[in-house]
């Protein structure tokens, strides 16, 4: 569901980007009518999952899955926030959200999928608030860049800056609903992004 999730933010983004309405109407249809299938009205339902394959829609609505309580992403939120209002100021300590978790719950949790309330959880807020501030002002920055490109730049550099800020938003927003800390792949993909980013503003600022 993040993978699907992710298609439709970058599919967005570049079709904005590139002017291409008619994509942009295509992509909200299809994406209005897969959430319409799943927890629209009974008559609506009928008539859309028809139309939207089983697969879709069960899995949005979770009809297929019985889960315990402990495994639902809403649970782990909560338990991660309740955690941080503990300890806001200094946290818990990195990754001492498993072992409380796991105390409390009975049931072992290797992070609570989502990057923000793991950080607020394990180094208290003001830690959390100066990585999360020291890479949105980076992101607000390249945002400023983009929007007053020079005309001495090509178009094409532009467009390949865009796909740098595109690739890093899904990462981040990934983040929201897991924790690409613990992939390698995923991780050094992020940091790699921010890099170039960064290393652009610094460039183009001289």
């Not at 999730?5 to 299809?30: D, E, K, P």
């Not at 608030?129 to 390249?142: D, E, P, S, T």
Request: aromatic content about 18%; charged content about 15%.
């Amino acid at each position: 569901r993040n993978a699907w999730g992710l298609v439709v933010f970058a599919g967005l983004a570049y079709a904005i980007y590139l002017g291409w309405h008619w994509l942009v109407w295509l992509v909200m249809t299809a994406v209005a009518t897969v959430f319409g299938a799943a927890f629209a009205p009974a008559s609506l339902q009928e008539w859309l999952r028809i139309i939207v394959p089983e697969y879709f829609w069960a899995r949005l609505t979770d009809r297929d899955f019985d889960r315990p309580v402990a495994i639902l992403r809403s649970t782990q939120w909560q338990f991660a926030w309740n955690m941080t209002l503990e300890k806001p100021w200094s946290g818990w300590g990195l990754r001492n959200f498993t072992p409380v978790y796991e105390a409390q719950m009975q049931m072992w949790l290797g992070h609570p999928h989502n990057l923000f309330l793991m950080l607020t959880a394990e180094t208290g807020i003001p830690a959390a608030l100066f990585l999360f501030g020291w890479v949105g002002w980076i992101l607000a920055k390249a945002v400023l860049l983009l929007m007053n490109w020079s005309s001495i730049y090509s178009r094409g550099d532009r467009f390949i800056f865009f796909s740098y800020l595109v690739a890093f938003a899904a990462c981040t927003i990934f983040n929201m609903f897991d924790v690409s800390l613990f992939d390698l792949r995923v991780n050094t993909i992020g940091w790699l992004l921010l890099a170039a980013i960064c290393g652009l503003i610094g460039r183009r600022q001289k």
